[in-house]
């Protein structure tokens, strides 16, 4: 059901007419983001430059009860899954706005590209520690407040929300906030938790989908570029051998990033490889400091029976933000089969997302980082044709997420949270007319993991 002519004419006074659109091109081009999921389609995208009119836009859907969905740069998953209403479109808000060299601290607008991020910060000698995923077009709102806060270098800087120092962010009401330290007076956001950790709520509005406000700006900290990288990478003839190696590389601490690939994916990216399974450590820092490293995982590597293979394997899927785009990878569409798992459970989610896409007939590829402090994020990328092969993908993805909840220590991105109850009570009171991505409020309050549980894994 399209909005009324007046709640369109009220946008366009608070955005400007040309960045109000609900042409049917503008709302197919919006029922999409990079990895597919069934199109979902708004009444209306809007594209603010400044907190006041993304604060003016939610004041008027909120009196109006008309639900908003953010939308970052389009390249993940499932963030744009609310029919009707709303999109924001965060692109227009796109400044690298402050660096306080002195703290090493960033802030920028939450629709600036990561890339542009790193491009910025190396101008002044300086980096994000962990890169994005997904590609070049990967917002910092949408790193932050996606499904996965993940990025090359887990193994040594862990996720994203522990290098977040503060966000501004607009509540569903219009009232815009600021967590970390930035909310104190005269303080600037240095850091995350001051004193006390009641103090800050940036973790509230990490990985939220856009379900309780609109993140605006992100302070975060740089750290200085290393003198030098390098990488060693092996290949392996089965999962649990890599994941062996991958194991005790992170116990010897020596690997800034730990890569996990099949030969899938290199097939994907036209680079064949003749080992089934590649784990590459990837070392930043001083010279020496690298040399050693990386002669120490080699042995690792080698010890838990793996051959030392070109390392030029590791540089193909290692700095993410640059070279890896699955969407001019290969012909056909893309998603996504992923799950957080601890290294015992590893080698058992592997071979269920795997052997369920071999089953179906579906070409894919697996990628996986060891995050500190020794934990698997891992994601097969599925290839399809969306005229023959959407009922087998759609099954496929069933099977795979039913099938990964019964493992111990799995966490699939889909998964039904043992404290719903208290969601739910922080959603109703930021948010009490339910307006904010309700789409993708049901995922992450366990909608959708309730959904999956009463239905039958088919014979």
Same mark, same amino acid.
């Given at each position: 059901?399209?909005?009324?002519?007046?709640?369109?004419?009220?946008?366009?006074?608070?955005?400007?007419?040309?960045?109000?659109?609900?042409?049917?091109?503008?709302?197919?081009?919006?029922?999409?983001?990079?990895?597919?999921?069934?199109?979902?389609?708004?009444?209306?995208?809007?594209?603010? &430059?400044?907190?006041?009119?993304?604060?003016?836009?939610?004041?008027?859907? +909120? *009196?109006?009860?008309?639900?908003?969905?953010?939308?970052?740069?389009?390249?993940?998953?499932?963030?744009?899954?609310?029919?009707?209403?709303?999109?924001?479109?965060?692109?227009? #808000?796109?400044?690298?706005?402050?660096?306080?060299?002195? +703290?090493?601290?960033?802030?920028?607008?939450?629709?600036?590209?990561?890339? +542009?991020?790193?491009?910025?910060?190396?101008?002044?000698?300086?980096?994000?520690?962990?890169?994005?995923?997904?590609?070049?077009?990967?917002?910092?709102? %949408?790193?932050?407040?996606?499904?996965?806060?993940?990025?090359?270098?887990?193994?040594?800087?862990?996720?994203?929300?522990?290098?977040?120092?503060?966000?501004?962010?607009?509540?569903?009401?219009?009232?815009?906030? =600021?967590?970390?330290?930035?909310?104190?007076?005269?303080?600037?956001? @240095?850091?995350?938790?001051?004193?006390?950790?009641?103090?800050?709520?940036?973790?509230?509005?990490?990985?939220?989908? %856009?379900?309780?406000?609109?993140?605006?700006?992100?302070?975060?900290?740089? #750290?200085?570029?290393?003198?030098?990288?390098?990488?060693?990478?092996?290949? @392996?003839?089965?999962?649990?051998?890599?994941?062996?190696?991958?194991?005790?590389? =992170?116990?010897?601490?020596?690997?800034?990033?730990?890569?996990?690939?099949?030969?899938?994916?290199?097939?994907?990216?036209?680079?064949?490889?003749?080992?089934?399974?590649?784990?590459?450590?990837?070392?930043?820092?001083?010279?020496?400091?690298?040399?050693?490293?990386? &002669?120490?995982?080699?042995?690792?590597?080698?010890?838990?029976?793996?051959?030392?293979?070109?390392?030029?394997?590791?540089?193909?899927?290692?700095? +993410?933000?640059?070279?890896?785009?699955?969407?001019?990878?290969?012909?056909?569409? @893309?998603?996504? *089969?992923?799950?957080?798992?601890?290294?015992?459970?590893?080698?058992?989610?592997?071979?269920?997302?795997?052997?369920?896409?071999?089953?179906?007939?579906?070409?894919?590829?697996?990628?996986?980082?060891?995050?500190?402090?020794?934990?698997?994020?891992?994601?097969?990328?599925?290839?399809?044709?969306?005229?023959?092969?959407?009922?087998?993908?759609?099954?496929?993805? @069933?099977?795979?997420?039913?099938?990964?909840?019964?493992?111990?220590?799995?966490?699939?991105?889909?998964?039904?949270?043992?404290?719903?109850?208290?969601?739910?009570?922080?959603?109703?009171?930021?948010?009490?007319?339910?307006?904010?991505?309700?789409? %993708?409020?049901?995922?992450?309050?366990?909608? =959708? *993991?309730?959904?999956?549980?009463?239905?039958?894994?088919?014979?």
């Amino acid at each position: 059901m399209a909005l009324s002519a007046n709640i369109k004419s009220e946008l366009e006074k608070i955005c400007g007419k040309n960045d109000v659109m609900d042409q049917d091109f503008v709302k197919t081009a919006y029922s999409q983001t990079m990895i597919y999921n069934n199109p979902v389609y708004p009444d209306v995208v809007v594209l603010p &430059e400044t907190k006041e009119e993304v604060s003016a836009v939610l004041r008027l859907a +909120n *009196a109006n009860k008309i639900t908003v969905t953010p939308r970052a740069g389009g390249t993940a998953g499932p963030i744009c899954v609310s029919d009707g209403g709303i999109i924001i479109d965060m692109s227009k #808000m796109s400044k690298f706005l402050d660096f306080d060299e002195e +703290n090493m601290v960033f802030t920028v607008e939450a629709g600036i590209t990561v890339y +542009n991020i790193v491009q910025e910060l190396r101008k002044k000698g300086y980096d994000l520690p962990l890169k994005g995923w997904y590609g070049s077009g990967v917002t910092m709102g %949408g790193w932050v407040c996606g499904p996965s806060m993940v990025g090359t270098r887990a193994a040594r800087y862990g996720t994203m929300d522990h290098w977040s120092s503060g966000l501004e962010v607009v509540l569903a009401t219009g009232e815009i906030i =600021q967590t970390g330290s930035g909310a104190f007076e005269n303080c600037k956001c @240095f850091m995350t938790n001051p004193w006390l950790s009641m103090n800050s709520l940036d973790r509230l509005f990490h990985q939220s989908l %856009g379900s309780l406000g609109i993140v605006t700006q992100v302070s975060a900290y740089a #750290m200085p570029l290393p003198e030098t990288t390098d990488e060693v990478c092996f290949g @392996f003839q089965d999962i649990a051998s890599l994941s062996k190696a991958a194991s005790a590389v =992170q116990h010897a601490g020596a690997a800034t990033d730990i890569e996990h690939e099949d030969c899938d994916i290199y097939e994907i990216l036209h680079n064949p490889v003749d080992y089934p399974l590649i784990l590459s450590a990837t070392n930043l820092g001083y010279k020496e400091e690298v040399a050693r490293k990386c &002669e120490v995982a080699a042995k690792l590597m080698k010890a838990a029976g793996g051959i030392q293979i070109d390392s030029k394997y590791a540089r193909l899927t290692y700095d +993410n933000t640059a070279n890896f785009n699955f969407s001019t990878a290969s012909k056909g569409l @893309f998603s996504c *089969a992923a799950a957080c798992t601890s290294y015992e459970s590893y080698p058992a989610i592997y071979k269920i997302i795997k052997d369920t896409w071999k089953k179906y007939g579906l070409q894919n590829g697996w990628s996986a980082w060891t995050c500190f402090p020794n934990w698997v994020q891992g994601w097969t990328i599925g290839s399809f044709n969306h005229d023959t092969d959407m009922e087998k993908f759609q099954t496929a993805m @069933f099977e795979i997420t039913k099938k990964c909840l019964e493992i111990p220590d799995s966490y699939p991105f889909v998964i039904r949270p043992p404290f719903e109850d208290l969601m739910a009570k922080i959603k109703n009171a930021l948010d009490p007319n339910g307006i904010m991505n309700p789409g %993708g409020w049901y995922m992450i309050s366990g909608g =959708q *993991a309730r959904l999956l549980e009463a239905i039958p894994l088919p014979e």
